[in-house]
């Protein structure tokens, strides 16, 4: 499994991996693990090893990205006042402008490139099967490519994310994005299996190679039964005030301006009720979106980075939970990973997004919440129709547990085994029920 972040890093992208690495084991898959020993920028959650069988290899080389840790230092000097932060900016300009000249996926690739041969030996040693990569960062692919190419091993290419079509990419330069666009091309023509997070993301990756439709394939984001093992719902909510959380970053990329104006509409139209109502912020969020919250009025709470294990407890006492779909290209294929949390924390979900996305759909076919574009006065009654009806004492419903089997960690787990029970040609292996229980137990 190549997957840069992992375990003890922290945040939403390491959860898939991470999964995956728990439950294979039981579908007769022993899951060896190359990542980076630490990332700075990145939180640590030293809780999520205690997740993992013992029998999971982890082997975690040093970040030898010195360009990265260049620009952070060169970053840290822009926001200060003065000759510095002039310099800095002159600098960090040359280096963006020398970067855009390499025909690289991202700032990880020194990592990549130093990990090709340890890893070979590693393959050799303990004679692996199969090769897992997953993205972002999608120099995760282009290492699995390299291991590709020197083994000649079936190889699966996981994307979490898109690569070029991604509403965040943003590369400028046009020799960029031409060697970016060659190099995830080769990344979908030379994996034997292609797995994308939505039917909708899986077609736009199939699209670059439309003759090898065959090995594409959507295997969702999910959620782990044993997280909400034994949390009651609601279990820390005081009834006194109506918590719509929001678990996850909370920045501008997600948070865009008709949400805050719809925000304020509603919060203006509680008059005197307006402390009964509260906006919870679980997780990062940027000082503008601390300042653009403060704008609307709303009583509101931040928390900062949180254990995992915490955040899972924060969906299930909230009242309701806040769902922000980007709004850019591609951004209707988006299914953030935490909606199937969200969905198994089985309170009313909010969505803010696309009409006709893959969130929306979602939601909507589990009939888990209320889904709105991005419009001012759709948002503010979206919010009343929540906050009416908890106050009636008739709060709308989350969803319900017959239709999370489907999302469960456990299935999905079960369908990458099959895949790679697939690449080597061996049979299935195939589990009691009583196996199963313990599995979902974990």
């Not at 294990?309 to 939970?321: G, I, K, T």
Request: glycine share 8%; charged share 25%.
């Amino acid at each position: 499994m190549v997957s840069c972040m992992f375990p003890p890093t922290g945040g939403p992208g390491v959860q898939r991996p991470a999964k995956f690495a728990k439950y294979l084991p039981d579908f007769g898959w022993s899951p060896t693990v190359w990542a980076i020993n630490r990332i700075n920028g990145m939180p640590r959650d030293p809780s999520l090893l205690s997740d993992l069988p013992d029998d999971v290899m982890i082997h975690a080389r040093p970040d030898s990205s010195k360009a990265r840790a260049m620009r952070r230092r060169i970053r840290s000097l822009i926001d200060t006042r003065g000759v510095a932060s002039k310099f800095a900016k002159a600098v960090d300009w040359r280096l963006e402008a020398w970067l855009a000249r390499k025909p690289i996926p991202d700032d990880y690739v020194a990592w990549a490139k130093a990990s090709v041969k340890p890893l070979c030996r590693l393959i050799r040693k303990e004679r692996i099967d199969v090769i897992y990569s997953t993205s972002p960062p999608h120099s995760n692919q282009w290492l699995a490519l390299a291991l590709k190419r020197e083994t000649n091993l079936p190889w699966v290419a996981d994307f979490r994310d898109l690569f070029t079509d991604n509403y965040l990419y943003e590369e400028a330069s046009p020799k960029r994005r031409i060697a970016h666009g060659r190099l995830e091309e080769e990344f979908l023509e030379r994996a034997d299996v292609v797995v994308g997070v939505t039917d909708r993301q899986t077609a736009i990756l199939s699209d670059h190679v439309p003759t090898l439709r065959h090995k594409f394939l959507t295997i969702t984001n999910g959620f782990d039964p044993a997280d909400f093992s034994g949390l009651q719902v609601g279990q820390c909510s005081d009834g006194m005030r109506f918590v719509l959380a929001h678990v996850g970053r909370f920045d501008h990329r997600r948070m865009n301006d008709a949400w805050f104006n719809g925000l304020k509409r509603f919060v203006t139209s509680l008059g005197s009720d307006r402390e009964r109502f509260m906006l919870r912020i679980v997780g990062h969020a940027s000082s503008e979106t601390h300042k653009k919250a403060a704008a609307t009025g709303v009583a509101s709470t931040f928390t900062g980075y949180i254990s995992h294990a915490e955040a899972v407890r924060e969906m299930r006492s909230a009242d309701a939970l806040l769902l922000n779909i980007p709004h850019g290209p591609n951004g209707d294929s988006v299914i953030a990973a935490k909606v199937f949390e969200y969905l198994a924390a089985q309170q009313p979900i909010l969505v803010v997004g696309p009409q006709g996305g893959e969130c929306e759909k979602i939601v909507q076919s589990c009939e888990a919440g209320l889904t709105v574009g991005f419009d001012e006065q759709a948002i503010s009654d979206a919010l009343g129709r929540l906050y009416n009806a908890w106050r009636a004492g008739t709060p709308i419903r989350g969803c319900s547990k017959e239709r999370l089997d489907p999302y469960s960690r456990v299935a999905l787990a079960r369908k990458l085994a099959s895949v790679l029970d697939g690449l080597v040609g061996r049979a299935p292996r195939h589990r009691t029920a009583g196996q199963l229980m313990k599995a979902c137990a974990r």
